[in-house]
């Protein structure tokens, strides 16, 4: 059952979902295209770092301006969420890789709980842009 007031919160706790998706996926994205350097060490070594790097940049703009709009805005937490979850493996590979980008353990453990409160965020803005 829904408490009090609660349909009024609503759209606020949406605004506020796609105003930190947006952020975190814009900002995310102009820093991936501006210096695509510093992300170089989390790409695997089979990959084409630098078009890795360049194309999740745009991916992650576009998720972030989708965020904004309503009518596209379950789709921008849904695909934040889907690309944070993408993300996971290469937090998770810092536990065991000899050159981890994130040192200690700490940061990596960190970085990772980040992601899940993201993939979360992402699901939640996702389940209540639908309805």
Do not use: K
């Not at 606020?12 to 695509?36: D, K, S, Y």
């Not at 695997?44 to 596209?72: E, H, S």
């Not at 040192?103 to 980040?114: E, Q, S, Y």
């Amino acid at each position: 059952m829904a408490e009090p007031g609660s349909s009024r919160l609503r759209p606020i706790v949406n605004r506020t979902l796609a105003a930190l998706v947006a952020f975190v996926m814009i900002g995310g994205g102009i820093a991936h295209l501006a210096a695509p350097q510093g992300f170089v060490p989390l790409v695997p070594l089979f990959l084409p770092a630098l078009a890795v790097i360049m194309v999740t940049g745009v991916f992650q703009i576009a998720i972030g301006l989708a965020a904004l709009w309503p009518g596209t805005r379950a789709l921008g937490g849904l695909c934040f969420a889907l690309l944070c979850a993408g993300y996971m493996p290469l937090h998770l590979w810092d536990y065991v890789r000899p050159d981890p980008v994130f040192a200690p353990p700490v940061a990596a453990t960190v970085r990772v709980v980040i992601q899940c409160l993201f993939i979360w965020g992402g699901l939640a803005l996702w389940r209540r842009s639908r309805s």
